[in-house]
Every structure is written in C-alpha cells, then in structure tokens.
C-alpha cells in the first residue's frame, strides 16, 4: 500500500496563520473614488415671490443685509487701462456699497476675453449679461439687455434664477422715460429723467417717489478720458420693499448702460433728439 496521505486527511496540510491579519476583500476600483458631491440646491429656491429675502439662504440674506437697510447705495464702475488708452469697450464692473463704506455687491458682465472685447466694440447686437455676486461669490441679481432697435429694455433674473420683472423704455418727446413692468406686462413703477437734468432718474411708485438715481462727477480725468461713471441710489422712506430696491439697482444699471456708454446710440434726451446732445457737455 501506498505511504502518501489521503487526500481527505488535511492534519499535514494545515498552515499556521497565528500573527497573521487575515487577507481583507478588496472591492471595486470605483470604490477607491471620492463620493460625488451632491449639487447643493438652496431651499427656499422656486418659493414665495422671486427676489423675495424670506426665502433666501442664511448667507446671502446676511450679505445684503446693509443694502436692505440702507437709506442710500453708491454704485462705481471701475475701468481697464486697454479702454482708456485705446477706446476698447471691455467688460462691465462695478463695486456697489453702502454709505459706510461697506461692500455688498460686485457687478461684473458675464463675456470675458479678447472676443467679447470685439464683439462689446464693434458688434451692434451685443448682448449684455450683469451678474451682481456677494463678496462670498454668491449670484443676487442678474440683469439681462438684449439687442433692440429703437428702445432699450432689459430683463431681471433674481438670486434663484426666476423672472422678476422687465425694463421697458418708453417713447418721450422731452425726457427719458422707463417702465419697470412684471413678467405679466403691469406697471410696478415708472422712472423719468427731467429734460434739464440729464443725470437725475427719478423712480415713481402710484405717482409717489420712492428712490432717485443720479450720475455723480467722477473727475475731470475720468470724465474726459474714460466712460467709467459713479451713481448713487438714494431710496425713500416709504421704500422699504427690498425686491424694489434690486429692481432700482438694475435700472442704475441700464441707465449707464444706455445712456452713458461711449458706444452707445441713445439720446439722454429722448429717442429722435441725439441732436440736443451736442449741448449737454456735461452729460459725459
């Protein structure tokens, strides 16, 4: 018979594995990744009416704070060498702060680059894109003009992306006259620009006064040699509604875009008048 061991008798075969951790399961090679990160949508978004504080994040209710409360805003546009120098009109930015001081908003045009340069200086139908962030990087207001032909007009996202209401230019022999209209087409205020006073807007709510937008003098370097502009926003008493208040920032906003840009075609008249231009020296 043969001396070999059955292969049913293991006693011979087993190892010792004392000290030895046992072999741990490996899974995956996805499992070695790090998790997704969860798009983090904000809670109150979609609800109550759009730019509505209530509903907005802890953060960005904080950060506005100042610019709820305070009886006037000063919002200055800051310019780049290259536009100076050579007359390229380059992206829109400007620093929006209280009367301490304090910023709570920075607006800048969405385009960047060489080719947006372009397009802002030789394209007629550009369209323009502001985006008005938190000093935290977090998106508040943005406002939106498109081409048109004859009347400006422009509309105003808030934070979470719906429609709050539209600009409409008006057509006005004498004066300047916009129309901040909801997404149904109602008149929620009127802003006029007496015929003398080229840099006053003055913003009418049921025929009362809620808050006026007025160029300030930026200097006779800045003035002479570049479109950068300073406005202040000085908001009534009885302007206490905070989404008429970012409704009020974004005509500040359209206002220079329309009629105090280098490159842009309306009269601070009335559309027909650019002549009288000619004799507002100190409308730039």
């Given at each position: 018979m043969s001396d070999k061991p059955s292969l049913a008798d293991t006693t011979e075969l087993e190892l010792d594995w004392r000290g030895r951790e046992p072999r741990k399961q490996e899974g995956p090679a996805s499992a070695a990744l790090e998790p997704l990160a969860e798009v983090q949508v904000p809670s109150g978004a979609g609800k109550g009416l759009p730019g509505d504080p209530r509903h907005m994040s802890t953060e960005l209710n904080l950060a506005l704070r100042h610019m709820m409360e305070a009886p006037g805003l000063r919002m200055r546009q800051f310019r780049e060498g290259m536009e100076i120098i050579f007359g390229a009109q380059t992206r829109n930015r400007y620093e929006v702060c209280d009367e301490m001081g304090r910023v709570a908003l920075y607006v800048e045009e969405e385009a960047r680059g060489f080719g947006a340069m372009l397009r802002r200086t030789f394209w007629p139908f550009y369209k323009a894109r502001m985006?008005?962030?938190?000093?935290?990087?977090?998106?508040?207001?943005?406002?939106?003009?498109?081409?048109?032909?004859?009347?400006?007009?422009?509309?105003?996202?808030?934070?979470?992306?719906?429609?709050?209401?539209?600009?409409?230019?008006?057509?006005?022999?004498?004066?300047?006259?916009?129309?901040?209209?909801?997404?149904?087409?109602?008149?929620?205020a009127t802003v006029k620009g007496p015929l003398l006073r080229p840099w006053t807007f003055r913003v009418f709510q049921n025929d009362l006064e809620v808050a006026v937008v007025r160029k300030r003098w930026s200097g006779l370097f800045q003035e002479a040699f570049s479109s950068a502009d300073t406005f202040t926003l000085d908001f009534m008493p009885q302007c206490a509604d905070f989404r008429l208040r970012q409704l009020v920032l974004a005509v500040a906003l359209l206002v220079d875009l329309t009629y105090f840009e280098n490159n842009s075609?309306?009269?601070?008249?009335?559309?027909?008048?650019?002549?009288?231009?000619?004799?507002?020296?100190w409308k730039r």
């Open positions: 985006e008005c962030m938190t000093p935290g990087g977090i998106v508040a207001l943005v406002v939106e003009r498109p081409w048109s032909f004859i009347f400006t007009k422009a509309d105003i996202f808030a934070w979470d992306g719906r429609l709050m209401a539209r600009i409409q230019q008006r057509f006005t022999l004498l004066g300047r006259q916009l129309d901040l209209v909801t997404p149904g087409g109602a008149v929620i075609s309306r009269s601070a008249v009335g559309p027909g008048m650019d002549l009288l231009d000619v004799l507002m020296f």
